[in-house]
């Protein structure tokens, strides 16, 4: 049954008075890098001074209260699919001048959020045997380094990484598409 306008502008205006107290509150959880649920936070749009507080405060009497759990500070993990998906988006990408960095560390996060996706998977991490360890094998001869220079170095190990796992991957479609 869809909310009449009548109904939605108490519920929005409960939002803004939520999102309003967050904000001030100084409570937010810490952000991690590459936290998407906090880069969405602070991208949302804040409300100012200037809201309407009479609208908030009826909305706020007029709403039940909810018992909704708060947003967890991290981000879950892809799933396999999704994690596929985002790496194979870099497969027409190539190292061009004033873009090899960008895709290298793309290539190098997408692998990363693959991997973490496989290994989280339902299945186990046994099912994905040869990526996990092309995978463990790229890492080991990174060094935990990630500098440009460093993925510049071995670019060949990091990009046939990618397309070996694409095609292992396309190999097992029934998990993947």
């Known amino acids: 049954m869809p909310i009449s306008s009548a109904r939605r502008a108490p519920v929005f ?9 967050s904000c001030s509150s100084g409570s937010e959880p810490t952000a991690k ?3 998407a649920a906090a880069d969405r936070r602070t991208q949302s749009a804040t ?5 309407d507080t009479d609208a908030d405060a009826d909305a706020e009497s007029e709403a039940p209260p909810t018992t909704e759990p708060e947003e967890a500070p991290t981000q879950p ?4 699919r999704d994690a596929f998906a985002t790496l194979q988006a870099t497969l027409n990408d190539s190292c061009t001048p004033g873009n090899c960095a960008y895709f290298l560390g793309r290539v190098y996060d997408e692998l990363e959020g693959l991997d973490a996706a496989m290994k989280a998977d339902p299945k186990g991490p046994g099912h994905f045997p040869e990526p996990i360890d092309w995978i463990a094998e790229l890492r080991r001869t990174l060094g935990g380094d990630r500098t440009f220079e460093n993925l510049k170095k071995h670019q060949t190990l990091l990009i046939g990484t990618r397309d ?3 095609t ?10």
């Open 13 to 21: 205006a409960l939002l803004l008075a939520v999102l309003a107290v």
């Open 33 to 35: 890098p590459g936290d």
């Open 47 to 51: 409300p100012t001074a200037e809201a």
């Open 77 to 80: 993990v892809a799933l396999v």
């Open 164 to 166: 070996k796992i694409n």
């Open 168 to 177: 292992w991957m396309q190999d097992h479609p029934d998990d993947y598409r």
